[in-house]
């Protein structure tokens, strides 16, 4: 028989605290007509768009380390990867419901700094703390943020509708996200916007595991193949200035692309479409962040990376490129 | 400047196999349109209802201890409280978003079991598994679920309803429910249907903390008092079972009845109603779930309990009763 435990009072006292302070923080917002503080929030959900949900855990120690970089950024975090996966399936967030287990050991003010991490990225998306549970433990820091939103368009972008002969784009640049970004990124909503404004991306994914890794996830579920231009992938200045490397010689742009091809956490959107499309996207495309056409979606599966001369190596999740020169 | 770490490549390849035998498992469904394996999941919504969003997080040691309950159940109950809430909102379950953090000493067929928890639940009550996030770590098991419902009627349930002179009532028994009830309890979302198909709550929470705080949540939220009945608190046989006590003495009656007011976890439905619909409502249940009326809405504020002889004490929550006997 097990004993009794905190288990069955998990709300204690400093925790209603939390959600009280939470529902003054919030107002209110004309699509969620019941918000904070009761058992379930209720949305208002309109009709001719599909009704998205994302959800990511985050664990101090694997995610983030919260004795580094400080609990508001790992709260912003928490919230930043799920706005990244609604931009991804070309939608936008409405609500975001926040569950945190809280080490025993840190004052309420610990909790209110990650919490304040949340509330401003989503004050920032139109995307408000809208319930959640709080709960303290001797383990450590957990957050799951859930992510209720709808897609900009009647129908979600999926990861399942690349075509052979779709240009394959990534915005921004890509690797050693490690250094800090992966904490301090802004979620590609508005670059997702923009972009089905202008055309019609068949599909899309956002880059966390790493490029070598997600465009894999786009073909399987796509069924078909690619080729990946290596020297068109956009390399971040995060891994040239971090990596102690000159540049000079093809090993340190092997090892570059190495990194942009693997460290993940970037998210930036992956996306496929037609070739008349990204030509009218480069056209019209009028927001800061860059994209780049590096590849091309091909008939047959597996995805071929092209060196600069032409020939091609297989490239695979997470597998270093020290196959060629 | 933090190390590499295990971070940037949270999905290792046994959690993709989970999530490819999940998408196995759990076949479509009308209302979502886009399932598991995508950035986020897409969910029709109707118009003309609430869609509803709950989320708890359960950690090792604090809500179950999976050592002693095994991780089915701990999977079970990680859904099973969300349906509650849902319930007490007057709604059902649409899908479920499970996120798990998996210790990596246990194996994936552990996981499996976990995940089968989720399923089985999921599945008695409509509300399949739509997405998660799975990462394994040095810490304990943690799970976050959240799910996405609606409401049955136009609109939902809320704690803030509640109006002098209106019965209160509770479904089942309360107390005593660490004896294993907590793991294994039918979240009442039949219950829920048959009362709203009846008659109009005003109020309505579910006892997740224990009655003598929940009540105080819809009694603050309303704005109102409230006088509860002692004799009439229906105690579960997993207080007078369990407790080593015959009952014989007005001691014993009065520790049973401290168990049935704050052990919590019960997650019976706790609503008020006008009186006019309790007399339908006593007329026309059918549900073998039974109801009982257990005091009455006053104006003013706080709670009262009254003991056999009419002297009364208030009630705070979590407070033991040993001021009358």
């Known amino acids: 028989m097990p004993t009794r435990n905190s288990g069955l009072t998990p709300t204690t006292r400093p925790e209603f605290e939390l959600i009280e302070r939470l529902r003054s923080v919030v107002g209110s917002h004309p699509r969620i007509p019941l918000g904070i503080g009761d058992d379930a929030a209720a949305l208002a959900c309109d009709g001719g768009r599909e009704t998205l949900v994302a959800t990511d855990m985050l664990l101090d120690g694997v995610h983030f380390l919260v004795d580094e970089c400080g ?12 706005l990244s996966d609604l931009a991804a399936m070309g939608g936008r967030g409405l609500a975001s419901f926040v569950s945190i287990a809280l080490p025993h050991s840190q004052p309420m003010s610990w909790a209110d700094e990650l919490m304040q991490g949340v509330i401003d990225l989503g004050a920032e998306w139109n995307c408000p703390v809208t319930g959640g549970d709080t709960n303290s433990w001797n383990g450590p820091l957990v957050i799951n943020v859930a992510v209720v939103g709808e897609t900009l368009q009647p129908q979600s972008i999926r990861r399942s509708g690349a075509k052979p002969g779709d240009a394959i784009v990534v915005t921004g640049a890509l690797g050693g996200s490690i250094h800090g970004r992966h904490l301090r990124f802004t979620p590609r909503l508005e670059e997702a916007a923009e972009l089905l404004r202008i055309a019609s991306p068949h599909a899309m994914i956002d880059i966390s595991d790493g490029l070598s890794s997600d465009i894999q996830h786009i073909l399987a579920a796509s069924g078909v193949g690619a ?43 992956l996306f ?41 190596v297989p490239l695979t999740a997470g597998g270093y490129v020290h196959q060629f020169g």
């Not at 508001?72 to 928490?78: E, S, V």
């Not at 040239?240 to 959107?269: C, I, P, V, Y």
Request: charged share 20%; glycine share 10%.
């Open 272 to 312: 496929t479409l037609p070739l008349g499309d990204w030509e009218r996207l480069q056209a019209e495309w009028r927001h800061p962040t860059p994209l780049t056409r590096i590849g091309v979606v091909t008939e047959g599966q597996g995805c071929m990376l092209v060196g600069n001369s032409g020939e091609s």
């Open 71 to 82: 609990p508001y950024l790992a709260g912003r975090k928490a919230l930043a990867v799920n």
């Open 227 to 269: 080729r990946i231009e290596a020297a068109a992938i956009p390399v971040h200045p995060d891994v040239t200035l971090h990596s102690g490397l000159a540049g000079l010689h093809s090993e340190d742009r092997q090892a570059w692309l190495t990194h942009a091809l693997n460290d993940g956490e970037d998210f930036e959107l």
